[in-house]
């Protein structure tokens, strides 16, 4: 991810000096986002083009 972000500003990584745990990671995260949309992704996930396609399909309905 870090060479990603390095060539695209739109990604940013942020990393938390102590290890505290999910839920304040994806807060702290959530609280320096500037974009429209956030996606976590965790160690174990793997993000692949047809993610896009779904995201782009949500866009469109009605919460």
């Known amino acids: 991810m870090k060479q990603y972000a ?3 500003a739109r990604i ?3 990393q938390l000096e102590i290890k505290s745990g999910a839920a304040v990671a994806r807060y702290t995260a959530i609280q320096a ?3 429209k949309y956030v996606v976590f ?3 174990d ?3 692949v083009r047809k993610n896009w ?3 782009l399909k949500l866009r ?4």
């Open 53 to 55: 396609k779904f995201i």
């Open 41 to 43: 992704l965790d160690r």
């Open 60 to 63: 469109s309905w009605d919460f």
């Open 6 to 8: 390095e060539n695209d």
């Open 12 to 14: 940013n990584l942020n």
């Open 45 to 47: 996930d793997m993000w």
């Open 33 to 35: 986002e500037n974009g």
